[in-house]
């Protein structure tokens, strides 16, 4: 899949999302932003100890928020982190949703053009992949509506079902996003 919208290329893209050599990486995080398993693990199996230890030195943080930290080893110069979940807990739709936004954010400060997501709270998280790609291509259509540095983001799958799930949550937020517009200007 790939759209284009208000300037920003999305696309889906099947592999591991550390070998990307993009501006920035999401990382599947949780609010005290120690680095276990699933997507966290890779990027510190990858990445190097110190993603983990630059990350824990600013947190802890409340889930639904993101910070920025170095890309250590990676091709990625740096990983956002998004606290999908509390440690041990379950991750919800609007903490992903809200967290992806606060990415979007981070990465704008930074004047990063290019930054890559998998899903997140799936998985570990609890959260079902189609709730996950749901709350971010929603989060993504969000930013689309205002010019911006991000102008490509990649989703990241690591089978072919999460890439179709994320063209679909794509095309339903966009579809979304303009029956929204047109109900507003009807008022």
């Known amino acids: ?7 920003v290329l999305i696309r889906t893209h099947l592999g591991d999302i550390t ?4 501006d920035a990486i999401i990382n599947a995080a949780n609010s005290d932003l120690w ?3 699933g997507v966290a693990g890779a990027i510190k199996a990858k990445g190097g100890k110190e993603i983990e230890q630059e990350a824990i030195s600013l947190g802890p943080i409340r889930p639904g928020e993101a910070i920025l930290t170095t890309g250590g080893k990676l091709p990625a110069r740096h990983v956002i982190h998004c606290a999908g979940m509390p440690p041990g807990g379950n991750a919800t739709y609007w903490n992903v949703r809200s967290s992806v936004a606060a990415a979007l954010e981070i990465a704008c400060d930074k004047g990063l053009e290019e930054i890559a ?10 959260l079902s992949e189609e709730d ?7 989060s993504i259509a969000d930013y689309t509506r205002s010019t911006r540095s991000v102008k490509r983001i990649l989703l ?10 994320f063209a ?3 095309e339903d937020a966009f579809i979304e996003q303009v029956m929204d517009d047109m109900m ?3 008022e």
């Open 1 to 7: 899949m790939e759209k284009k919208v208000g300037g």
């Open 19 to 22: 070998d990307l050599g993009v």
């Open 35 to 37: 680095m276990g398993g």
């Open 117 to 126: 997501v998998p899903a997140i709270g799936a998985g570990i998280g609890g």
């Open 132 to 138: 996950s790609a749901k709350a971010i291509a929603e």
């Open 156 to 165: 990241v799958g690591l089978n072919q079902d999460m890439c179709d799930l």
């Open 168 to 170: 679909k949550a794509i």
């Open 184 to 186: 507003r200007e009807d």
